[in-house]
């Protein structure tokens, strides 16, 4: 048993611990802690000793996460190693932790600047994936909080961190799902759909009038990594009454580029970084409780 293994195991203070344990979940889990322990392959008879399990159970373990890409097999070496998706899943936290505390003090800014809320995410497969929410000091508080998740087609943040992906990828991404309408200007099949995402991917930035929910809008800007490929989205969004459509594109648009550009070049990103621009000569204000999103 590894020594993580045993910590996890004795903190079953919960009533209901038996209850809700699942044990071939907890089984497969560690067999992942094993390998990346161990630092080297290793055979059914190892991973069974280790873990305190038969061979025959083993197996079956083996068997289901190899099959999900989180096991591969050594050839010659008769063992097991960790897989890429387990890789990648490591590569994808720390990324997202270094963005985050990368992004803040920008969004910080940028919520000061705007006087409305703020949000990083990332696309994890269809869905966007909201990884920092910075309210708004005002009082609109957005309900699109750290760890929301929201289909990416019909999201303009979604359109952004598409922008990387081929029309294949994108059809193969989408292949089964319905296009749920959101609002009327949700896309409704593929061809709409890519058409958004190409748009998007020229411009940089989305502008979205009541997308995602009447009575909303937002400005989302895409944040590129060091490889130029888009690492995250961030925007403002809240309540049509948070903001001055009258100064849409001469204040709210250039700072949230600007803050993009800045976020791209903390991470790597050797593009035109936009300098941060004067202070605004006048924030949005409210009374409202809590905002839609879009």
């Not at 399990?53 to 050839?75: A, D, K, N, P, Q």
């Not at 598409?162 to 609002?183: C, H, K, Y």
Request: charge should be neutral; charged fraction near 20%.
């Amino acid at each position: 048993m590894t020594r993580s293994s045993a910590m996890a195991e004795g903190n079953d203070s919960n009533p209901n611990h038996a209850a809700y344990l699942v044990p071939g979940l907890e089984r497969g889990l560690r067999v992942l802690e094993a390998l990346a322990e161990a630092g080297r392959p290793l055979g059914l008879t190892e991973i069974g000793a280790r873990l305190g399990v038969t061979r025959s159970s083993v197996f079956r373990l083996v068997y289901t996460l190899r099959h999900m890409g989180f096991l591969e097999e050594v050839e010659g070496a008769k063992g097991y190693r960790l897989g890429a998706r387990v890789l990648n899943l490591g590569f994808a936290y720390l990324t997202a932790q270094d963005i985050i505390e990368t992004a803040r003090p920008e969004l910080e800014l940028l919520r000061d600047r705007t006087g409305v809320t703020t949000h990083l995410a990332i696309r994890d497969g269809a869905e966007v994936l909201y990884l920092s929410c910075i309210q708004t000091r005002t009082g609109f508080l957005s309900n699109m909080n750290v760890g929301s998740r929201l289909p990416a087609y019909a999201s303009p943040m979604g359109w952004l961190l598409m922008a990387d992906l081929s029309p294949r990828e994108v059809a193969t991404l989408f292949a089964g799902t319905t296009l749920t309408p959101w609002t009327e200007q949700t896309p409704a099949d593929l061809a709409t759909l890519l058409a958004r995402i190409g748009a998007a991917a020229a411009s940089g930035h989305v502008v979205s009038r009541g997308i995602m929910e009447p009575g909303g809008s937002s400005i989302a800007a895409s944040v590129f990594a060091r490889d130029g490929t888009v690492a995250a989205a961030i925007d403002i969004s809240g309540p049509d009454s948070a903001f001055d459509f009258d100064a849409f594109d001469e204040r709210y648009v250039p700072e949230v580029r600007a803050a993009a550009a800045r976020i791209s070049a903390r991470l790597g990103h050797a593009g035109a970084v936009s300098p941060a621009p004067p202070p605004a000569s006048r924030t949005a204000a409210s009374r409202s409780p809590r905002s839609p999103h879009r």
